[in-house]
């Protein structure tokens, strides 16, 4: 068995990080391979839609974990992926993968080595959602998932546009809501420094734990 761990949304102002995990055998990996699976970043939102459902009956499982801006906000988001990693790893241990692969973000060594505490040594590489096709599936799970969740805030909250800061819909959207003095919503992480210009009173200082 092999087990892929990879995130989305790290970088977004608005929304949650979430992190996911796909468990597959040798032979599911052919069959995701041959269907075209590859990171994420390189496929269509359609094409990752499509390809959800191909992961989901050829995976033998697979886990989403999320991470909301309230936690963002006064943690290092390394860390807070490592350990969302290790709660899949955790999570994942009664199927005993042999190989586990990890998407590596960040320099934290020292949780990298908790990680690898654990009874199944994982590969904690650069790329990994490239190169290894359990990361890949793991990486169109997680973007699916936080697109989902992205159309679900904008019935509520409006068209914030992506959440990225370098997408102007979504510094339109920040600007829109601050001019009209509202409280900042908790959709936004209000440690990201664009909000020093955009919207300096939304702005909080990270205070790590």
């Known amino acids: 068995?092999?087990?892929?761990?990879d995130e989305a949304g790290?970088?977004?102002?608005?929304?949650?990080?979430?992190?996911a995990g796909v468990l597959i055998d040798e032979n599911e990996a052919k069959i995701l391979k041959n269907y075209g699976v590859k990171d994420s970043?390189?496929?269509?939102?359609?094409q990752r839609e499509?390809?959800?459902?191909?992961?989901t009956e050829f995976?033998?499982?697979?886990?989403v974990t999320k991470v909301w801006p309230e936690e963002i906000d006064i943690r290092n988001l390394n860390c807070i992926t490592y350990e969302k990693v290790i709660q899949i790893i955790d999570a994942m241990s009664?199927?005993?993968p042999e190989i586990i692969t990890v998407d590596k973000v960040g320099k934290e060594e020292i949780v990298i080595e908790q990680i690898k505490q654990l009874g199944s040594i994982p590969n904690v590489v650069f790329k990994a959602d490239e190169n290894y096709i359990e990361c890949s599936a793991a990486s169109i799970v997680a973007k699916v998932f936080r697109d989902r969740i992205i159309d679900?805030?904008?019935i509520t909250y409006g068209d914030f546009g992506s959440g990225y800061p370098s997408d102007p819909k979504t510094i339109e959207w920040i600007k829109k809501i601050y001019s009209e003095k509202k409280e900042p919503p908790n959709i936004l992480r209000r440690s990201w420094k664009i909000l020093q210009r955009v919207a300096p009173d939304f702005y909080i200082e990270k205070r790590l734990k």
């Not at 790290?10 to 992190?19: A, N, S």
């Open 10 to 19: 790290r970088g977004p102002v608005i929304g949650p990080m979430i992190v």
């Open 41 to 46: 970043k390189k496929l269509s939102r359609k």
């Open 152 to 154: 679900e805030l904008k």
């Open 94 to 96: 009664v199927f005993k």
């Open 50 to 55: 499509n390809l959800i459902n191909i992961i």
């Open 1 to 5: 068995m092999r087990l892929g761990i």
């Open 59 to 63: 995976s033998e499982s697979f886990v």
